[in-house]
């Protein structure tokens, strides 16, 4: 019997298969809205950020990182090997060979990918993702020995019925899984939606080692458009890049693993908010998600399509406003998936649609709108808290050095503890100063992250217009959520009030100064210390090492938190979370003195009046909380009082 | 009391009117949407039925069109807010009073008073009049409406709460125990039509003379407590307050009554 004419077929039918599923993908993807994107550039850069920038983050994991170069690779090498070999029936031994050691190193790949499979850590999903391993070494032992005779290591046609029928089996399942399964919605389909995401990903600058954390501006136009819509309400308001990015989700759920609020029991999980998504721009129900659920929330209810409102049945509003914009699930995902964009987006629909930010949010943004900061405090208190400091202001100098951005501090008595240090430290290191006084406004941050653009871009545009009115060269602010929107979203609203300004946290600033020696330090002789990275320094802005290197210069010694430095966990107080106030089980400020205390600590070094807050609402007993300008101001050392002391005790004597 | 536990006739579609005018927050002194006001347009949207929003409830105001307050109304999820174009030194109270005639109005809610301007709280009271219909002051809600006789629920001090019933048409001005303003969305706000009736009106010439400064804060009276005891600050705190002098009349005649009432606002000096 020759069956010559059957596995080429078969191949030929998988490929063609799998064309048609692409095709119906793309098309998937394209009912979102345009975005701006070179594509050539992409496709060509695609595989070097492969290669680079993705494995850079699984290579976090050892073990996923040679399993999955191997089964990858092998994958790849083996798909393109085969189509030359069995399919258009080259005869080359060298070819043949060279398959063959495709599939072994797909095949041991394989082995260890099912090996992980065996008792499988609760954040990977379960259901398909169970069977992949099987498919994987099904696909390569079945075509390992097909291609034997054609290495000639077996004779032509040897091998009987049974074995042609067991092998064809064999081969139409891994070729289901691997080639059909890839476009049609298998596990498999994050290697095409992954490569593609990659490719045409919609913070281009994210890659080659870039940063791009700012969120994007939402055209106000669209609100007197007749069918316009502000925000994201169905899937198809996404952009089509984002939809291709929630389709390239591999359901490992590192994002799961680190996201905060999972871990407080509070109904968001990150992976199956994106599985949601996925859900979303197909259509069809979250039934067959085989994942961890939203805490408290039982899988299979939820039903969406692409021009359904995500919030009517698909995704409750509160998983949303769980999100405390943390950036951990973003840092972790090896497909570079950005969650934290797709939030907001939805946030913004239902605040500038719908009207319907939860708890606190619409007084907090009422009073923003009319007062410009979140507490409604009477906008010309706004410098109370420096009446005993003699501050310079912009208004009467109009030029200095530095332009300390005071931030909305300056209405709460704790963060002005921060701001008194920190003006000492200026004072003592004759920093040439100034700050805005009444002219500052709110930054914006926490009506961005409720999802009210529009205020968030009023705020904008009037700091800048204040701005862009003085001489400064750096912008200091002991603030990293004002940091952020000043550094990294300032830039959307065409001033140049920021040009050729640098932006910095204080903690940087004053390492600088500790560096030139501007600031004399005794040493630290207190207790263990460790250090909190505040989210909006860190993962959004990259800054881990100035305020370590500030502390190690008192002498102090880190006792490094577990979950520090780019894995840091939040401290609960992002994304406006403490006023949308989402139940849970736990606090997320509560986990996070945990990790401290378990350091030995005594005191936490912070770099946020916002951290402060939250860390410090933690029942005591529990370490101290000081933020670093308050740390270094004890360690002061005053030359210049010692000195007069000194002129004063020789002239009595 | 639950707002959705509303009922009204199937057979007779209410017709309300929501008064707005221009408020200002106390800190800031910027424009917004006044506080009493909107908790009217809240009643408002709650009485005709959340869905049917812009159906058969009027959002009226009489002023500048362009005024950026009303904005803040439409994005409560108003389709429209009529405007009766008037100069600002006009009297807007005739225009109001027959436009609410015109468009056969069965309640009319207004806030307690407005933020700026004369802030003297007489507008309902000045429409009243004019129309000849019912006011009811200060009310936190309105239960029901059956057979043209509304039950209203009025705000009095210390979360106390009297029921009364009125007949149809009536203006009620709504106290802050009302139920709070829903949030104000960008998006309708911008899309929101301005609906302008452009009138005329005779200006107020009694207010032409008038020379407005800022209010000056006047010195506070210093509280002395004079309770002891825990259980007698808990009392002051809690106690229905005692009208000093006040006496209850109920079985007097109408005359009598009348009577007194005249004697009391001839003593205080309010006539003379």
């Known amino acids: 019997m020759s069956v010559e004419w059957l596995h080429p077929l078969l191949i030929a ?226 952009k089509w890049n984002q939809l291709l990015g929630f389709d390239a989700c591999v359901q490992c759920g590192k994002c799961e693993a680190m996201c905060p609020a999972f871990a407080a029991g509070q109904p968001l999980n990150p992976k199956k908010l994106i599985q949601d998504m996925v859900v979303g721009l197909a259509g069809g129900t979250d039934a067959n998600y085989a994942g961890s659920p939203y805490p408290g929330k039982a899988i299979g209810n939820a039903k969406g399509g692409p021009d359904h409102i995500i919030t009517d049945g698909l995704i409750d509003p509160e998983t949303l406003w769980s999100c405390t914009t943390c950036r951990a699930c973003v840092e972790e995902c090896p497909m570079m998936i950005e969650h934290v964009d797709a939030i907001v987006d939805m946030r913004r629909y239902l605040t500038m649609e719908k009207g319907k930010t939860p708890n606190k949010g619409a007084e907090v943004l009422d009073n923003i709108i009319a007062t410009d900061n979140p507490n409604g405090y009477a906008p010309a208190s706004r410098t109370n808290w420096a009446a005993d400091q003699n501050l310079p202001l912009m208004r009467d100098v109009k030029e200095a050095e ?44 926490v009506a961005r992250r409720l999802g009210d653009d529009a205020t968030f871009q009023s705020l904008a545009k009037r700091n800048l217009d204040v701005l862009s009115q003085y001489k400064f060269s750096k912008i200091v602010t002991t603030d990293p959520h004002a940091y952020h929107c000043l550094r990294n979203e300032y830039n959307d609203f065409g001033s140049d009030a920021l040009n050729r300004v640098e932006v910095l946290h204080h903690t940087t600033f004053l390492n600088q100064l500790v560096q030139l020696g501007s600031l004399k330090l005794s040493p630290f002789t207190g207790a263990k210390v460790t250090y909190h990275d505040p989210c909006y320094l860190g993962r959004y802005n990259g800054e881990y090492e100035a305020p370590r290197e500030l502390l190690r210069s008192m002498g102090i010694e880190i006792a490094e938190m577990e979950r520090s430095g780019f894995r840091s966990r939040c401290c609960g107080g992002g994304g406006g979370a403490p006023i949308t106030d989402i139940p849970g089980e736990r606090r997320i400020a509560d986990m996070r003195m945990e990790d401290a205390s378990s350091t030995g600590a005594e005191l936490v070094a912070v770099g946020c009046q916002q951290c402060t807050a939250m860390l410090e609402g933690v029942v005591e007993p529990r370490p101290q909380v000081k933020d670093i300008a308050e740390i270094l101001v004890d360690q002061l050392v005053d030359s210049t009082a010692d000195s007069s002391v000194g002129q004063l005790a020789r002239e009595v004597h | 009391m639950q707002p959705n536990q509303f009922k009204v006739d199937v057979a007779s579609k209410l017709k309300i009117v929501s008064l707005v005018s221009v408020g200002k927050h106390p800190q800031s002194g910027r424009v917004r949407r006044s506080d009493q006001d909107s908790r009217a347009v809240e009643l408002g949207l709650k009485l005709t039925g959340d869905n049917r929003s812009g159906e058969s409830l009027t959002v009226l105001h009489a002023g500048d069109p362009r005024e950026q307050s009303l904005r803040s109304y439409a994005g409560m999820g108003l389709k429209s807010v009529r405007v009766l174009q008037l100069d600002p030194s006009a009297d807007a109270i005739l225009p109001l009073g027959q436009h609410l005639l015109q468009c056969g109005a069965d309640i009319v809610l207004t806030g307690v008073r407005a933020e700026s301007g004369e802030s003297s709280g ?135 009554q009348a009577q007194a009432i005249f004697d009391l606002l001839k003593e205080e000096g309010v006539l003379r």
């Open chain 1, 402 to 445: 530095v332009l300390f951005w005071v931030s909305d501090g300056a209405f709460d008595m704790r963060s002005q503890r921060i701001l008194r240090a920190f003006v000492k430290l200026l004072k003592a290191a004759n920093v040439d100063f100034a700050v805005l006084g009444d002219e500052e406004l709110d930054s914006g941050d």
């Open chain 1, 13 to 238: 039918t998988a490929l063609a298969l799998a064309v048609i599923g692409a095709v119906r993908r793309v098309n998937l993807w394209r009912a979102g809205k345009p975005d701006q994107i070179n594509l050539i550039a992409g496709l060509m850069a695609m595989p070097g950020r492969y290669l680079h920038d993705l494995h850079d983050i699984v290579e976090r994991g050892k073990y996923m990182s040679r399993t999955h170069a191997a089964t990858g690779g092998g994958f790849v090498l083996s798909a393109l090997l085969v189509i030359l070999v069995h399919l258009l029936g080259i005869d080359s031994q060298i070819l043949a060979w060279a398959l063959l050691a495709a599939l072994a190193l797909m095949f041991v790949g394989a082995l260890f990918v099912f090996k992980r499979r065996l008792n499988p850590p609760s954040r990977i999903s379960k259901g398909p993702w169970m069977r992949l391993p099987k498919s994987l070494l099904a696909f390569a032992g079945a075509f390992f020995v097909l291609t034997l005779p054609a290495a000639g290591v077996l004779p032509e046609g040897s091998g009987g019925v049974l074995l042609t029928v067991v092998l064809t089996a064999l081969i139409i399942w891994g070729m289901g899984e691997l080639f059909f399964g890839m476009t049609w919605g298998g596990p498999m389909k994050h290697a095409f939606a992954g490569a593609l995401h990659l490719a045409f990903h919609r913070r281009q600058e994210r890659f080659g080692g870039g940063r791009s954390t700012g969120l994007k501006p939402v055209d106000l136009s669209l609100a007197q458009e007749i069918g316009g819509v502000l925000g994201v309400a169905k899937p198809t308001d996404f």
């Open chain 2, 122 to 256: 007489m507008v309902p009271y000045q429409l009243a009049e004019k129309l000849g219909w019912p006011i009811v002051p200060r009310v936190a809600n309105i239960v029901s409406v059956e057979g043209g006789v509304a039950e209203v629920l009025q705000a009095l001090p210390r979360g106390q709460r009297r029921s009364v019933m009125v007949q149809l048409p009536f203006i009620a001005s709504v106290d802050s125990a009302a139920p709070e303003a829903r949030q104000s969305a960008f998006g309708p706000a911008s899309r929101a039509l301005m609906d302008i009736e452009v009138v005329s009106a005779s200006v107020d010439m009694t207010r032409e003379s008038w020379e407005e400064v800022p209010a000056r804060k006047r010195p506070k009276r210093l509280k002395v407590v004079k309770a002891k005891t825990a259980a007698e600050r808990f009392k002051a705190a809690t106690a229905k307050s005692q009208g000093e002098g006040g006496k209850v009349m109920k079985n007097e005649s109408a005359v009598e």
